[in-house]
């Protein structure tokens, strides 16, 4: 694809004060573009290289959009080359002012921590914005249980939609303690926002004398060494959450696979629980368009029925 037709896709949802995916070449729509993502986090335009590429192309585009930078409120351009050693990140245009320090973004009206440097995740998913879209939509009154939280994103999203009660577990310290600060951020109406740094498999028992929870939230890494493989672990987890989970419970049962399809969960959720209904994929962002929608990020719901 000519560079003109991806800077009218990056630029047809700019200026915005939201962050966002605005280009997904990873979705292999865009011929010589496949190693390319570029999101916004305002004010910066944050683009992803993912394999070394020939990027005579990319760079032209994005020197074709430098005269519109005011206009669209774009302040620094980062490039981040996730193929070399480290992910270094270069400035392409603009200065280094957002550049591995936390700013505030904002998603739907709520508010997040994000950073932009070395790291691979900036604090925010911003694929997953269906999610919590969904959460926000459909979490008034329920007891939620996020697993996986990480920055607590998906939890917040559901207190924001007037959850009854949330709780967030990530083995990660640093991401539940971030989903704290997100939290503080936002002025949610669910006052009972609970957060667990530890590993889901130690906490079973425990999250089970919490319950029941109404919806049912997972999203693990589909392989983290030592800690989830989702092949292997996640039927476990669902076998051993089921007694924390109530009667009519909602599952929201996320996999970022491309190597299985939406019937790797289906199997799954047929090998667990004996009476449920399926409900929905939920449909990803049209930006996340993929040649093949099944390699795609998927979020499937699902309704107990006990
Ligand atoms: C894909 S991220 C979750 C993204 C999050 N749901 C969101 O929307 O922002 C996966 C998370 O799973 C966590 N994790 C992996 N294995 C775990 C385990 N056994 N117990 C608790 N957390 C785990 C990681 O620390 C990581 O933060």
Known sequence: ???????????????????????????????G?????????PPVLWVIIYQAIDETELQAMLNALLPDCDKLRIKSIYIQRRYETGNPVQVFYGNDDYLDRDFQVEEARLNYWVNLGRNQNTGLFLDMCEG?????????????????SYT???????????????????????AVKRGQQNLALNDVPCVSN????????????????????????????SFQSKAFDVR???????????????????????LNSPALDTQFIHDLVARV??????????????????????????VMLYQLNN
């Open 1 to 31: 694809m000519k560079k003109d037709s991806v800077l009218k896709v990056v630029t047809q949802k700019l200026p915005s004060n939201d962050a966002m995916r605005l280009f997904h070449g990873r979705g292999g729509r865009t011929p």
């Open 33 to 41: 573009w496949e190693q390319v993502n570029i999101e916004v986090y």
């Open 132 to 148: 919590r879209r969904w959460l926000r939509e459909n979490a008034k009154g329920k007891n939620v249980l996020n697993l996986f």
């Open 152 to 174: 607590c994103s998906l939890g917040i999203s559901a207190a924001e939609g007037d959850a009854r009660s949330v709780v967030n577990i990530d083995m990660a310290k640093g």
């Open 194 to 221: 609970t957060f667990i740094a530890q590993d889901i498999f130690k906490m079973i028992k425990k999250l089970t004398q919490k319950g029941p929870f109404d919806i049912l939230v997972a999203d693990p890494p």
């Open 232 to 254: 292997k672990d996640y039927e476990k987890l669902l076998l051993k959450l089921a007694p924390a989970l109530a009667d009519d419970a909602m599952l929201m049962l996320c």
């Open 273 to 298: 629980f004996e009476n449920y209904k399926f409900i929905q994929r939920l449909p990803n962002p049209e930006v996340l368009a993929d040649v093949n929608e099944e390699a795609s990020l998927k």
